[in-house]
Every structure is written in structure tokens, then in C-alpha cells.
């Protein structure tokens, strides 16, 4: 019997340190989440050995486990400045490394404090990545939408375009924004480049479709010129144009719309470049 006892004793007490040990470790506080560290890109090249490759996707997913860590704890804030900075190294090490633009551009790009070295990070790609549209295309949307300086998009747009010939829509956007931009020549420009490249009908229809009504747009504003040197004074519509025999009549738009003068004086279309839906 005291031996059986003394078993059951020795058994219970082996326990003990597991259970000490186990609710030692249900009441500790996580470790916090600290970012990253890195030695800059020269010096990650020599200590990589030539495996420069390696080095920034290593790099690239301890930037990328480093945010979903802090996710997981809680903090849903993402370290933007931290994220941008170990991206630029890992795209200095490795230009050609697509996922770290991806990545960027999905954590960055509507962030005004970190649009500008998100788009160095890009130009670098663009640059190594020649075939690339991404890079490009991406360009474009921060300055666009982030940045709105619409020229500087169009012109971005406007390689991107150049990239992938077969898809329409990168040129006519990319003529829109250059004529947001002021610049509507730079669009008519691109517009002939890019129907002169075009191998199908379905990528050539929306192209002319655009040239036509920005051609239209810019001879409509040598029209309002003639009509302010003769007649020392600005048209108030453009059917002055035709009442006073600038032009013989209003050229349509090929979207549909009508073409008319804004209140700055400027020459708009009630369609908005788009066509209308049948």
C-alpha cells in the first residue's frame, strides 16, 4: 500500500513542473514584432556573393512576413516606411525581381508620404524589365490618381501602351490623360504611333475612335484662334463659329456626343470620350 502511495505521489509530482511551465507560458506576452534590419544594398552584394538573387528574395519575404506578423499581433497599421525602404534594397539587389513591385505597389500606392520612392523603385524596374507593362501601367495610376499630375501619367500610360500593342485601352487612356494633362497633341501623337502598330481591327476601332474626336478637338481650338484674331474677341459657343463663317458647320463626335465650350473656354463633349452603351 505505501508503495503503491509513494507511485502515485512520485507520478503526481512529475507534473508539477509541466504544469508550472505550461502556465508560464499561456501568461506570457508576446515578443514584439520587430521590423526587419538591413545592411545596405552595396554591402548585401558583397556579402551575398554574387547570389544577389537569393539575397533580395530572401529579403523581399521578411519584408512581407514582417507586416503579416504585425497583422497577427494586432496592429493593423502597416510600417510604410519600413516596407519602402527594404523594397528599394531588394529591388537594388534584384531589379528583375517582379513580386517586389507587386507587393509595393499593393501596400504603397495610394499613399501620398510614399508614392514618390514606391515610383524610384519602379522606374528601376521599368528600366530592367524593358518587356514589362506592369511597371509602366503602374507608373501611370500613382501619378494619376495618387500624385494627379495627368501628363506625367499619360506619358507612363503611354509606354505601357507601347509594351502590349494588342491592348486598346492603354492607348486611349493613355491619350485621355496626356489631353487632361494640356497636352493634347502629345495624345494625338500616340494615337497615330499606336493605330499604325495595330495588327487588329477590334485594337484599331477604339484608337481611331479617339484620334478622330482629339484631331476634332484640336481643330476646333485653331477655329476659336480665327475667330479671336478677326474678330478681337473670344466665341462664347462654339456655334459662333459657324454663325460668323469660321467653319462651315460643328464637327461630331464620334462617341456620340456634341462638342461644346466650357466656361473657361475650353472644348469639351457632352460624351466624355465614351462610347454610349446600345
Known amino acids: 500500500m505505501n508503495r503503491s502511495f509513494g507511485t502515485f505521489l512520485l507520478i503526481i509530482l512529475s507534473f508539477v513542473p509541466f504544469w508550472y511551465f505550461f502556465n508560464q507560458f499561456q501568461s506570457r506576452k508576446p515578443l514584439p514584432v520587430l521590423p526587419p534590419q538591413s545592411l545596405p544594398a552595396p554591402a548585401l552584394k558583397i556579402v551575398s556573393g554574387g547570389h544577389n538573387e537569393v539575397a533580395a528574395q530572401n529579403l523581399y519575404f521578411k519584408t512581407m512576413f514582417y507586416n503579416e506578423l504585425r497583422a497577427e499581433e494586432g496592429n493593423h497599421q502597416i510600417d510604410h516606411e519600413t516596407t519602402v525602404n527594404l523594397l528599394d534594397i531588394t529591388n537594388q539587389l534584384d531589379p528583375y525581381n517582379a513580386d517586389c ?62 509594351r502590349r500593342p494588342d491592348i486598346a485601352f492603354f492607348a486611349t487612356f493613355a491619350a485621355r490623360s496626356l489631353h487632361e494633362g494640356a497636352e493634347t497633341e502629345m495624345a494625338v501623337k500616340v494615337l497615330r504611333e499606336m493605330l499604325h502598330d495595330a495588327k487588329s481591327p477590334l485594337v484599331a476601332e477604339p484608337i481611331k475612335n479617339r484620334l478622330l474626336a482629339f484631331e476634332t478637338v484640336l481643330f476646333l481650338r485653331q477655329a476659336l484662334e480665327r475667330y479671336s484674331k478677326q474678330f478681337k474677341k473670344p466665341a462664347q459657343r462654339l456655334e459662333d463659329l459657324v454663325n460668323d463663317h469660321i467653319l462651315k458647320d460643328i464637327p461630331p463626335d464620334p462617341y456620340g456626343g456634341h462638342f461644346y465650350l466650357d466656361k473657361d473656354g475650353a472644348v469639351q463633349t457632352t460624351s466624355n470620350y465614351a462610347m454610349k452603351q446600345k
Open 101 to 162: 513591385y507587386y507587393y509595393g505597389q499593393a501596400l504603397l500606392a495610394e499613399q501620398p508620404d510614399f508614392v514618390r520612392p514606391l515610383n524610384t523603385i519602379l522606374l528601376r524596374s521599368m528600366k530592367n524589365r524593358s518587356w514589362d507593362h506592369y511597371p509602366p501601367w503602374f507608373l501611370g495610376s500613382n501619378y494619376y490618381y495618387t500624385l494627379q499630375d495627368k501628363k506625367m501619367a499619360g506619358i507612363y500610360f503611354s509606354e505601357a501602351a507601347k
